[in-house]
């Protein structure tokens, strides 16, 4: 069987010229000569240095170096066509690969003259910008491998390809190709790849298809085809892989897939397919995913049972009946899914014999009976769902041993009995859901041993007693669901990183409101409702900046209603004893912390004294600059001509307020030793105040006068709205100075520097998956704060990973949040791109919307994902990294993932190689080329927390 790829040719070349350096060139004059010529048009020879273009990176010759086989031009930021016909003259030309460029256009001429080139065999023009419909290839009598993949190709196809006799291998995914599939792939039927994915290809399969005997691949992907399968597509005896997701396909999958003994992928998923599975589905193939599908009947009885199977994906049908449990000792299955059926009976205790069992998922169905204790015997499994069941009995203390756990969902079953101790060995465990259940018993205070929990949901059960103090310990907890139990008082301390909501309606507590809850700063959902709290409603909780719904209906509170934002949704329905506020508040009982006030307020005025002070010897500091006739002006000097219009401290953190030193900072960035990084948009000093603390000092660089000066009190305005932000995961400004050349913001240091620096460049940090993965989490975290804010959305102008600064391996900070507020792209000039976003990081729709938006954020943490997953930088070898992982990806060959990641990571062990591969699968979802088909960050949030 012959496979082929892009890179055959000038592999061989290059192995000949390895084993026979002696070999002196005797390329012919003719072939010199255009070779002389194409190193003119590209620039990128030294012909002078080097006069033996065999040598040259992306020549290849035969092995005497009497011949040019193969030219390579890969990357090499070619826009122009006129190349192509020059390359056509080398008559002896094997391999052609101008892959990964900026050609928008392929000239009649290339085509006839490369045509008439008797020994061409492989054509690469993928990731280019080609235009416009497919050109008739006329001649190419040999040509086997022609890839055109990620372009902008439209229109219908016929009899374009119908003269390439020889062919074996054509992509043209990720194209915009209408019409009916072609039929008509070179008269020989040579065909053994063929792959039309992401198009607009309609109608149905035709039966000429089935009549390419030799197909190895077929990828019909995310097409809008229909109609049923062809009866005949058993025949393709040599089918290794069948992708047809994501289309409108109907009707029964036909019987003669069974037969096809080469099978090693079937995936059909999001289609209508509908009736039963065939029986002997599985004879032979590895990876089955039939999900999204309207599939009925019951699951056949020895489904399961191939030793060859890894993954088997049939949820989100209509199965029903019971889950076979004839599974064999030695399988090698991984992956499971059977959720979103009907199936009924037990879980097979037999499924304790799956030792390579790692992902487990029979949720939303009706299976009964009790969790098998076998499963405990399941001892790499990452992931059980049996959520949505009608499950009963205890919990098993066998589950315990499942070391690897990371999410264990189990809610909305019929479970009883006590929360077995057992539970508190999952030390991996990251999600832990047993809410509306009948479980009781007290919450075991060796819960804290849980530190990696990020959600933890006990709701809906009959739970006693008080919550242990020892929760305030789970330091990585996001979300608690306690509501709907028994619980009484007293309440403990809560994790300070709660964010996503904190639930503990419908209980027994009583009393006033903890002021412990003062901590939560980044707390989104407060939900206390249905209790017995009484006494005022806390004023501390109109200052939890990041609450956007508070619940206090059912209570026993009194007093006046605190003034909360406009945009908290607060419900205080049943409290008949609370005032709404609508007069001022009486403040007659402050007057008893008189002099605490007196003297916060002396405070003030000293601290307002200090910064008057220092302001004054700044403008001093920089008059007297200005007198001295200074006439240097480098990019770290404030020029001679700067007046300063404006100081202001942003921060309401006294340490800050009082370690900043303005004069000491605009004398710190005169010098151009304190730059700490440059950007395309920025350039970062690093400034030592008096007081030892250090800080970075940013200037944004004005060249094209993008803000005006009618506009610096709106910028004056939108500093303090940013500078109130608070989240962790976010570099808030602290104060800015403004001049009438640039303006100076300030922000805390960053000890890590950047991630990029950590995994590209000149700090050389290994980081570790645990690393990565908490640097994704927490860059999720501060971009969907970003997103989600009241005032509207904070966009980042310029994501990428030199502006994710590391205050720590695993905690990191998004910067530059101010730029999309100061900086318009269409107005700017000089070096300002006319593009927003740096190369590699920019989504496809900006080169036309020139508008910044969340789904064209989301795109470039894709890409941050893939640089954390890969070790790779936005652009490598000359290629974007997102197109390069989606040509993989597209290709979905059984070891793509092995190809992507960064192996010195991914090796580490199975867990971390499956997480890596979870993420991986969110990337994708987030570089998606349509804006709309890109989740929101909030929903990224959620899949990388579920990420398993």
């Not at 291998?169 to 190709?177: E, G, V």
């Not at 309606?505 to 009484?534: A, H, M, W, Y």
């Not at 000359?878 to 990641?901: C, D, F, P, R």
């Not at 591969?917 to 929903?939: N, Q």
Request: include cysteine.
């Amino acid at each position: 069987m012959l496979r082929l790829c892009p890179t055959l040719y000038p592999l061989f070349s290059l192995f000949f010229i390895s084993c026979f350096p002696f070999l002196k060139s005797e390329l012919p004059a003719s072939q010199r000569a255009t070779l002389l010529d194409l190193s003119k048009l590209l620039g990128s020879w030294d012909v002078d240095k080097n006069p033996n273009p065999c040598s040259w990176k992306g020549v290849g010759c035969n092995f005497d170096n009497s011949s040019v086989t193969d030219i390579t031009l890969s990357g090499s930021s070619l826009s122009s066509d006129n190349v192509l016909p020059v390359i056509c003259q080398i008559d002896t030309l094997q391999a052609l690969d101008v892959s990964q460029n900026s050609l928008n256009h392929i000239p009649g001429e290339f085509i006839e003259l490369c045509g008439a080139i008797s020994g061409l065999r492989l054509l690469n023009f993928s990731n280019n910008r080609l235009v416009g419909p497919l050109p008739s290839f006329v001649g190419f009598k040999r040509l086997e491998i022609l890839d055109l993949s990620f372009n902008f190709m439209n229109g219908n196809i016929d009899l374009q390809l119908a003269e390439l006799i020889s062919l074996k291998s054509l992509n043209l995914s990720s194209n915009s190709f209408s019409g009916p599939l072609p039929t008509k792939i070179g008269r020989d039927r040579a065909l053994e790849q063929l792959q039309l994915s992401k198009n607009q290809f309609r109608g149905t399969i035709s039966e000429d298809i089935v009549g390419y005997m030799n197909l190895t691949f077929i990828d019909l992907s995310s097409n809008y085809l229909s109609g049923s399968l062809p009866l005949q597509i058993g025949n393709l005896s040599k089918l290794e892989f069948l992708i047809l997701s994501a289309n409108k396909f109907s009707g029964a999958i036909p019987e003669s897939v069974s037969r096809i003994s080469s099978l090693v992928r079937l995936a059909a998923h999001e289609n209508r397919f509908i009736g039963k599975l065939p029986i002997g589905i599985t004879n032979y193939v590895k990876n089955l995913d039939l999900s999204y599908n309207n599939i009925s009947g019951s699951i056949p009885v020895g489904l399961l049972s191939k030793p060859q199977l890894e993954t088997v994906d049939l949820s989100h049908n209509e199965l029903e009946g019971p889950i076979p449990g004839d599974v064999s000792s030695s399988s090698i299955l991984v992956r499971l899914r059977l959720g979103s059926n009907m199936l009924n009976g037990t879980i097979p205790a037999t499924f304790g014999k799956l030792q390579k069992l790692m992902y487990l998922e029979l949720d939303d169905n009706k299976l009964t009976g009790v969790i098998p204790n076998e499963l405990g015997a399941c001892k790499i499994l990452l992931l059980l769902n049996l959520a949505q069941n009608n499950l009963e009995g205890r919990l098993p203390s066998q589950l315990g041993n499942l070391q690897a756990l990371q999410a264990l969902r189990l809610e909305s079953n019929n479970l009883s009995g006590e929360l077995p101790l057992e539970i508190m060995q999952l030390r991996e465990l990251m999600i832990l859901n047993l809410g509306w259940n009948s479980l009781n018993g007290s919450i075991p205070r060796s819960i804290s041993v849980l530190n990696r929990l990020v959600k933890l949901n006990l709701q809906g059960n009959y739970f006693v007693g008080a919550i242990p103090d020892t929760i305030r310990e789970m330091s990585s907890l996001m979300e608690l669901q306690l509501g709907g139990n028994q619980l009484t008082n007293p309440i403990p301390k809560m994790p300070e990183k709660l964010q996503i909501a904190l639930n503990l309606s419908s209980n027994r507590f009583e009393g006033l409101i903890p002021k412990s809850f003062v901590g939560l700063t980044s707390l989104e959902v407060l939900d206390l409702s249905n209790n017995q709290f009484s006494g005022e409603i806390p004023a501390y909780l109109v200052q939890l900046v990041s609450l956007t719904e508070l619940n206090l209906t059912n209570n026993q509170l009194s007093g006046v209603i605190p003034p909360f934002r406009t945009w908290v949704l607060l419900d205080t329905k049943g409290n008949p004893n609370l005032i709404p506020h609508t007069t001022p508040i009486d403040t007659s009982p402050l007057r008893k912390k008189r002099k605490p006030i007196i003297v916060a307020i002396g405070v003030v005025v000293v601290v307002a004294l200090f910064i008057s002070a220092a302001f004054v010897i700044f403008i001093f500091v920089m008059t007297k600059r200005y007198y001295k006739g200074n006439v240097h002006d480098s990019e770290g000097e404030v020029p001679p001509t700067t007046m300063v219009i404006q100081g202001k401290q942003l921060s309401l953190n006294v340490i800050h307020r009082s370690n900043i030193d303005f004069s000491e900072a605009m004398e710190a960035v005169s010098d151009p030793s304190n730059i700490d990084m440059k950007t395309r948009l920025c350039t970062y000093y690093k400034v030592s105040m008096p007081r030892g603390s250090s800080y970075y000092v940013k200037k944004l660089k004005w060249n094209g006068k993008i803000v005006q000066p009618g506009s610096r009190d709106k910028f004056g305005k939108e500093m303090e709205v940013l500078g109130r932000l608070n989240n962790s995961n976010i570099m808030t400004p602290l104060a800015y100075v403004l001049t009438t050349e640039s303006t100076y913001l300030f922000f805390e240091y960053a000890p890590k520097g950047t991630l990029f620096d950590n995994l590209h460049g000149s700090l050389g940090n290994v980081l570790d998956w645990s690393s990565r993965y908490s640097i994704a989490i927490g860059a999720a975290q501060g971009l969907t704060f970003l997103h989600g804010c009241a005032s509207g959305p904070v966009l980042l102008l310029d994501l990428s990973s030199k502006n994710i600064f590391l205050k720590s391996l695993k905690e990191p900070q998004i910067g530059d949040i101010e730029l999309c507020k100061v900086i318009d792209p269409s107005k700017s000039t000089g070096s300002l791109s006319m593009v927003p976003g740096s190369v590699g990081y920019i989504p496809p729709e900006y080169a036309y919307t020139m508008r910044v938006s969340p789904a064209g954020n989301v795109y470039s943490f894709g890409v941050i994902l893939l640089e954390l997953l890969t070790g790779k930088t936005a652009i490598s070898e000359g290629a974007e990294l997102v197109k390069t992982v989606l040509g993989y990806h597209s290709k979905q060959n059984q070891k793509w993932e092995l190809q992507i990641l960064d192996n010195s990571i991914s090796k580490t062990s199975p867990y971390v190689r499956s997480q890596m591969g979870a993420v991986l699968e969110v990337a994708i979802s987030c570089v998606s080329p349509s804006p709309e088909a890109r989740p929101k960050m909030k929903a990224v949030l959620r899949m990388l927390l579920n990420a398993r």
